[in-house]
């Protein structure tokens, strides 16, 4: 039963897996590839002479016919083109803006930028919320695979380490294959495992879930610091509503007093500093780095006053843990060798699954799916059937889907001839005239 569960979940799984381990290994590497992108807007001044923030912010809204400020991010260094996010029509844009002249330089629009692209398409497919959910159905059914996976793996009868720890390399193709697929994902399953629970908050169902049990449990609730279900373009557009906040609404003088008191607190860059909003009537600076643990923010009044000022170690326990798993499973925790650690789980889950296709094709029966029957009357432990439950409540689209596909197989496809035949159900029978597709 297990090896059918397996089985049922890798042929659902894969393709989802291998688009999220090509898109996941890619994304590891964000801060470097937005760096070499931005690097024409890079180191661009020739005098230390430098145009106001709010001249710049200026220049921007120039270009953007009937935009507001999202955000001004500070300039990693003095040399650089100063980055002004403004929203208009509904859209968000990145204008690059020349530091001494305010000279617009170049505007793109924020939800088309390569990274963003690729991470909407690992996280929701390009699809939204619905994409979210899906994908948040294959990562379920995706732990369940790694569960069944080391079940099976567990060596039994094994005389040594090959197959166990090692793929035999002499004891032919279809031994050689079976065990890269098993040491393989072995090797790599924890590593796995990590990133599949680590991702699950971004998720729309099960991020939403998330959110609720955080309001329930009594601690201080602040704004969640990850985007949940469909992506906003940026972190400015999460955690403000400018379009409540018209054009005349913005006092761009107080920018530049802003960002004088902003610049002492170093905090870690990308610094984003945000007017005003329906949300919060104070100046907002807040460091967007990608690695969680390292953000904190401060609130300002219109006249550069410092009104509060909070860090990471001060979010509730619950938003601490998320924040960690975040960075590390966007592999910016502990640097490049944080990375590397991802790039080789996506690699293994690679090769784990193209193994596992290729076992699948050549071992197939003709005009079969190839599934393992089922055993008649085979019947669970009462300690399989509580952890069948337990996940199903952890993983509530996969507890659902369960439902779903083992009424469908009992009470739908047995009773269809050609499906019972495809699938291998138990109560098919082949010798019956009557029953032959």
Same mark, same amino acid.
């Given at each position: 039963m297990?090896?059918?569960?397996?089985?049922?979940?890798?042929l659902?799984c894969?393709?989802?897996?291998?688009?999220?381990a090509?898109?996941?290994?890619?994304?590891?590497?964000?801060?470097?590839?937005?760096?070499?992108?931005?690097?024409?807007?890079?180191?661009?001044?020739?005098?230390?002479?430098?145009?106001?923030?709010?001249a710049?912010?200026?220049?921007?809204?120039?270009?953007?016919?009937?935009?507001?400020?999202?955000?001004?991010?500070?300039?990693?260094?003095?040399?650089?083109?100063?980055?002004?996010?403004?929203?208009?029509g509904?859209?968000?844009?990145?204008?690059?803006?020349?530091?001494?002249?305010?000279?617009v330089?170049?505007?793109?629009a924020e939800?088309?930028r390569?990274?963003?692209?690729?991470?909407?398409?690992?996280g929701?497919?390009?699809?939204?919320d619905?994409?979210?959910?899906l994908?948040e159905?294959?990562?379920?059914?995706?732990i369940?695979?790694?569960?069944?996976?080391l079940?099976?793996?567990?060596?039994?009868?094994?005389?040594g380490?090959?197959?166990?720890?090692?793929?035999?390399?002499?004891s032919g193709?279809?031994?050689?294959?079976r065990d890269?697929?098993?040491?393989?994902?072995?090797?790599?399953?924890?590593?796995?495992?990590?990133?599949l629970?680590?991702?699950?908050?971004?998720?729309?169902?099960?991020?939403?879930l998330?959110q609720?049990?955080r309001?329930?449990?009594?601690e201080?609730?602040?704004?969640?610091?990850?985007?949940?279900?469909?992506s906003?373009?940026?972190?400015?557009? &999460?955690?403000? %509503?400018? !379009?409540?906040t @018209?054009?005349? #609404? *913005?006092?761009?003088?107080?920018? +530049?007093r802003v960002? $004088?008191a902003?610049?002492?607190?170093?905090l870690?860059p990308?610094?984003?500093v945000?007017?005003?909003?329906?949300?919060?009537?104070?100046?907002? &600076?807040?460091? %967007?780095? !990608?690695?969680? @643990?390292?953000? #904190? *923010?401060a609130?300002?009044?219109? +006249?550069?006053?410092? $009104?509060?000022?909070?860090t990471f170690?001060?979010?509730?326990l619950?938003?601490?843990?998320?924040?960690?798993?975040v960075?590390?499973?966007?592999?910016?925790?502990?640097?490049? !060798?944080?990375?590397?650690l991802?790039?080789v789980?996506a690699?293994?889950l690679?090769v784990?699954?193209?193994?596992?296709?290729?076992?699948?094709?050549?071992r197939?029966?003709p005009?079969?799916?190839?599934?393992?029957p089922?055993?008649?009357?085979?019947?669970?432990?009462?300690?399989?059937a509580?952890?069948i439950?337990?996940?199903?409540?952890?993983?509530?689209?996969?507890?659902?889907?369960?439902?779903?596909?083992a009424?469908g197989?009992?009470?739908?496809?047995r009773?269809?001839?050609?499906?019972?035949?495809?699938?291998g159900?138990?109560?098919?029978?082949?010798?019956?005239?009557a029953?032959?597709?």
């Amino acid at each position: 039963m297990i090896w059918r569960w397996h089985f049922y979940a890798g042929l659902f799984c894969i393709p989802f897996v291998l688009c999220l381990a090509v898109t996941g290994s890619i994304y590891l590497f964000r801060p470097q590839i937005e760096a070499l992108l931005d690097r024409p807007y890079a180191g661009i001044a020739t005098s230390t002479m430098r145009a106001a923030p709010s001249a710049q912010v200026r220049a921007a809204l120039a270009a953007v016919p009937g935009a507001v400020l999202g955000a001004y991010q500070l300039p990693a260094d003095d040399g650089d083109a100063a980055q002004v996010l403004v929203d208009a029509g509904g859209r968000e844009w990145r204008a690059y803006v020349h530091p001494q002249s305010a000279r617009v330089l170049a505007i793109t629009a924020e939800d088309a930028r390569p990274m963003r692209v690729l991470a909407r398409l690992h996280g929701e497919l390009l699809l939204g919320d619905r994409g979210s959910m899906l994908v948040e159905l294959a990562a379920s059914w995706a732990i369940v695979m790694i569960l069944t996976g080391l079940y099976l793996w567990w060596p039994r009868c094994a005389t040594g380490f090959g197959g166990v720890l090692h793929p035999r390399l002499r004891s032919g193709k279809r031994i050689f294959w079976r065990d890269l697929h098993g040491v393989t994902a072995f090797w790599v399953s924890g590593l796995v495992l990590f990133l599949l629970v680590s991702g699950l908050p971004w998720a729309k169902s099960w991020g939403s879930l998330l959110q609720e049990l955080r309001r329930w449990s009594g601690e201080r609730v602040v704004q969640a610091d990850w985007p949940i279900g469909a992506s906003p373009a940026s972190s400015a557009r &999460a955690h403000h %509503d400018h !379009a409540a906040t @018209p054009p005349s #609404g *913005q006092d761009l003088a107080a920018l +530049d007093r802003v960002v $004088a008191a902003a610049r002492p607190l170093s905090l870690a860059p990308p610094v984003l500093v945000m007017p005003p909003s329906a949300r919060d009537t104070r100046w907002t &600076a807040k460091s %967007d780095a !990608a690695n969680r @643990p390292r953000r #904190g *923010q401060a609130s300002f009044d219109a +006249d550069g006053r410092l $009104a509060a000022q909070t860090t990471f170690a001060a979010r509730p326990l619950v938003d601490r843990i998320v924040g960690y798993g975040v960075a590390a499973h966007e592999g910016q925790l502990f640097g490049i !060798a944080n990375q590397v650690l991802g790039v080789v789980a996506a690699l293994g889950l690679i090769v784990a699954c193209v193994a596992a296709v290729r076992l699948w094709w050549r071992r197939r029966p003709p005009a079969m799916l190839g599934a393992p029957p089922p055993m008649a009357g085979a019947r669970a432990s009462m300690l399989l059937a509580l952890l069948i439950a337990a996940i199903g409540i952890l993983l509530p689209l996969l507890g659902c889907s369960l439902v779903a596909v083992a009424l469908g197989e009992r009470w739908v496809l047995r009773r269809i001839p050609r499906a019972a035949r495809f699938l291998g159900l138990a109560g098919y029978d082949a010798d019956d005239p009557a029953a032959s597709p």
